[in-house]
């Protein structure tokens, strides 16, 4: 295996690409973000979410995605899951967040034209497709169905993140 820092050998493409989502919770409603054209899920809800960038990491990325794609700043209160994504070598890290301020946004149709936090019912009710996998993924944490592994302070590596 050849040494990350070995001059002229190349680490790109990388072994996995790491992707970040959040399920941003404002009281009973969650955040969600319809994908803008020329995006693979065009037309599309999604969480909001996307590929960390060198040096960040994932919780960086996953708060820089929400406010990028949906106008919100979060909090991330705990680690909701890891996900296989369809691509293969691509894992997805999703965090529950809660809204700490700003108001829906999208970032005007770079990766999303529309923001908007959605309640159960009005999930129901919405005539516009939810990308299924977001969707059964914001129904089970609103309906209490998930449970979180929180932040732990006292890890020997802080302020490194650590979930356990």
């Given at each position: 295996?050849?040494?990350?820092?070995t001059?002229?050998v190349s680490t790109?493409?990388?072994k996995?690409v790491?992707c970040?989502?959040?399920?941003?919770?404002?009281?009973e409603?969650?955040l969600?973000?319809?994908?803008a054209?020329?995006?693979?899920?065009?037309?599309?809800?999604?969480?909001?979410w996307g590929?960390?960038?060198p040096?960040?990491?994932?919780e960086?990325?996953?708060?820089?995605?929400?406010r990028?794609?949906?106008?919100?700043?979060?909090?991330?209160?705990?680690?909701?899951?890891?996900?296989?994504?369809?691509q293969?070598?691509?894992?997805?890290?999703?965090?529950?967040c809660?809204?700490?301020e700003?108001a829906p946004?999208?970032?005007?149709?770079?990766?999303?034209?529309?923001?908007?936090?959605?309640?159960?019912?009005?999930m129901?009710?919405f005539?516009?497709?939810?990308?299924?996998?977001?969707?059964?993924?914001?129904?089970?944490?609103l309906a209490?169905?998930?449970?979180?592994i929180?932040?732990?302070?006292?890890?020997?590596?802080?302020?490194r993140?650590?979930?356990?």
């Amino acid at each position: 295996m050849a040494d990350r820092e070995t001059p002229g050998v190349s680490t790109w493409p990388p072994k996995m690409v790491v992707c970040v989502g959040t399920v941003v919770l404002q009281g009973e409603r969650a955040l969600f973000v319809r994908q803008a054209e020329g995006h693979s899920l065009a037309g599309q809800w999604s969480i909001p979410w996307g590929i960390v960038d060198p040096q960040e990491s994932p919780e960086e990325a996953a708060l820089r995605e929400t406010r990028e794609e949906g106008g919100i700043t979060a909090q991330i209160d705990g680690l909701l899951g890891i996900q296989n994504l369809r691509q293969r070598g691509w894992l997805g890290i999703i965090f529950l967040c809660h809204h700490v301020e700003g108001a829906p946004a999208s970032d005007g149709g770079i990766e999303t034209d529309r923001a908007a936090y959605f309640s159960l019912a009005e999930m129901d009710s919405f005539d516009e497709p939810f990308e299924p996998w977001c969707e059964w993924l914001v129904r089970r944490a609103l309906a209490g169905e998930c449970r979180t592994i929180p932040f732990e302070r006292d890890n020997p590596y802080c302020p490194r993140g650590a979930f356990f």
